[in-house]
């Protein structure tokens, strides 16, 4: 038998020459498969370090294509300046209320299904809820960030960064330009009214608020709590627990109302040139190893029930199904339609 | 007795001018002190006041690649600029002067123009221009947007030249006989340069500082050291920041010393 499908040497060789011919005939359009550029946004920080030095060479490896990763801010208004058939992006990177308005605005696909991406089939139901468009592929908690050495007790509800003693050393974001400090503000709502849209209600809270030291970004947040500028701040969990084995005096409380979700959605744009690389660069952000790592590298929970976190990591993130049931996920479309006149009035309640 | 003769009576005026120019002084270079202060501050985040001095955050800046490429592009572009605004704005100023153009006025104000719009609504136009045109987002595009940005201070710098040029110090060189082409390069070129040179140090400064026009125009792995560093702050605000600023002024301010060296801008600052 195995005589029978031996090769013999000139057999071999023609066999070779035939798919070296073949070679030579679909060189091209190989070529031009292996030339093909995926253009992306992605965060800067751990997660670009992470995304340059590991997950995006073993893409370009594997999918024989190349990757031009955009760093630099803003992303959604060069995306809308740019042309809807030949779009700057073919992913776009975002958190969840940026993609609601590129949504409105036609610069990105509704859905993302596990018919173009097999893996959508592994995430948790928040990933893919009706509050989101396109499809997470991280979320971190957005609750209480405070001092250990402040003689502060951990914060057990939203309403703990009312209290007095606080006043002048809590700390929460510029709302208009940050997701954070909206989300903390339909929190508000929730918190202090009949829900996330109670607007009334959160007007109110916020004016019990202050004094506040705001910020713009996450990354001013966690230095001042680092600083000891703040005693207590709305902050995301990854931003507390990255300092972890710095032996800094900070640490992370999720409060009893429930956590608020900061999802970090990949979406396709309808222009796309390359839109099947796009699914598979997607599909490859949510492979459990791909997940793991940058779970691991920066403290995201990872949307994939597939992943194994190790110890350390699963005892802290929101990796099993009861844990992400507490995420609370704002209704982004709500809040981006009322957001100029919300803008206005907490500008106004805060400039004092 | 020869003391009493000598002493100065107190001059109220003369002490208050001093006062105003220590307080203007105090209020320029603040700033920069309060930069150098976090940049050797060793601790993982800005804090006032510094518990040490540390080189930390200058090594950590210079270790990075992204830092390093970003300064070096910066530094490429700014210089290309510098030159690109001499010959362009040189030239402008020149025609503006005495190339009995028609509308001169309008001329003037056209090519001022660059400075009176949004520098964001300039870099977003381009970024579209460019994009519609179907070129992309090439580094010379990035350099002709900050020419565009740079000129103006060149056209301006020489017109104030230009104005107080006395002509018959040409008319003198031609009645001796020298060509049109000898008398500009031997004595125009010559009697504007400072005016033309101290508008490049302006046009490197405003391009390696220039971040509204370059933050629609830079592309991944091409972006210069004000995005960078923009970016960075989103994310990891410690001393590198401070660090980067420090080498930031003192690049700007070597350029100025060595073009002070080079061409004299004292005798621009004196006219």
């Known amino acids: 038998m195995i005589s029978r499908h031996k090769i013999s040497r000139r057999q071999a060789l023609r066999a070779s020459a035939g798919l070296a011919a073949i070679a030579a005939v679909g ?326 | 007795m020869s003391g009493a003769t000598n002493k100065r009576p107190f001059d109220a005026g003369h002490a208050a001018y001093l006062a105003l120019n220590i307080l203007l002084l105090v209020f320029l270079l603040a700033p920069i002190a309060i930069v150098l202060i976090f940049a050797l501050n060793p601790t993982p985040f800005i804090s006032f006041p510094p518990v040490g001095v540390s080189l930390r955050w200058f090594e950590k800046f210079f270790a990075s690649d992204e830092f390093m490429n970003a300064l070096w592009l910066s530094l490429w572009v700014a210089s290309v600029v510098l030159a690109l605004s001499v010959l362009i704005g040189g030239a402008c100023a020149l025609a503006l002067v005495r190339g009995c153009l028609p509308g001169r006025t309008f001329l003037t104000a056209f090519f001022m123009s660059p400075l009176m719009l949004p520098a964001i609504l300039t870099g977003l136009a381009l970024f579209q221009a460019y994009l519609l045109v179907g070129i992309g987002r090439p580094v010379w595009g990035l350099i002709l947007a900050h020419t565009l940005v740079a000129v103006p201070y060149v056209i301006r710098t020489t017109l104030a030249v230009l104005h107080n040029f006395d002509r018959r110090i040409e008319e003198a060189a031609a009645v001796l006989g020298a060509s049109p082409a000898r008398v500009f390069f031997e004595v125009t070129l010559p009697l504007i340069r400072p005016g033309v040179f101290a508008g490049g140090v302006f046009a490197f400064i405003v391009s390696f500082d220039q971040f509204p026009v370059s933050l629609f125009l830079v592309v991944p792995k091409g972006e210069t050291l004000p995005v960078v560093l923009f970016n960075y702050m989103k994310f990891d605000l410690d001393g590198a920041i401070a660090a980067a600023s420090m080498v930031s002024i003192l690049l700007a301010l070597s350029v100025v010393l060595v073009l002070e060296r080079l061409i004299g801008l004292k005798a621009y600052v004196k006219l």
């Open chain 1, 27 to 352: 060189a091209p359009s190989i070529l031009h498969a292996q030339t093909r550029t995926l253009k992306i946004t992605t965060w800067g920080g751990k997660w670009g370090d992470v995304m340059k030095a590991t997950v995006l060479p073993a893409f370009e490896k594997e999918f024989k294509c190349t990757v031009s990763a955009d760093q630099a801010f803003p992303f959604v208004p060069k995306l809308q300046a740019s042309p809807r058939n030949d779009p700057i992006y073919d992913v776009l990177h975002t958190n969840s209320n940026e993609q609601w308005s590129s949504l409105v605005e036609g610069l990105v696909m509704d859905k993302i299904t596990a018919k173009e991406v097999p893996n959508v089939a592994d995430v948790y139901p928040y990933a893919v809820s009706d509050k989101i468009v396109g499809v997470t592929i991280f979320t971190s908690a957005i609750g209480l960030g405070f001092r250990t050495d402040k003689g502060l007790a951990k914060p057990t509800s939203w309403k703990d960064l009312a209290d007095p003693k606080l006043a002048g050393s809590r700390g929460g974001y510029i709302i208009p330009v940050n997701s954070l400090g909206q989300a903390h503000f339909m929190m508000l709502g929730k918190v202090y009214g009949k829900g996330l849209t109670d607007l009334d209600a959160a007007y109110k809270a916020l004016e019990t608020l202050k004094p506040i030291k705001l910020v713009d970004f996450t990354g001013q947040m966690e230095k001042m709590l680092l600083s000891g500028e703040v005693s207590m701040g709305v902050i995301h969990d990854s931003g507390v627990y990255r300092y972890d084995g710095q032996n800094q005096p900070v640490d992370f409380a999720g409060p009893s109302e429930g956590v608020l979700a900061l999802e970090q959605v990949l979406n396709v744009t309808p222009g796309s040139k390359v839109k099947d690389l796009a699914f598979g660069y997607i599909n490859y952000m949510l492979r459990p190893d791909v997940q793991k790592l940058l779970a691991e590298a920066v403290w995201y929970s990872p949307a994939s029930k597939k992943v194994k976190l190790d110890a350390k990591y699963d005892a802290r993130l929101l990796t099993t199904p009861a844990k992400v049931a507490t995420l609370i996920q704002p209704d982004w479309k709500w809040y981006n339609a009322r957001k100029e006149d919300i803008d206005a009035r907490v500008t106004k309640i805060l400039k004092g």
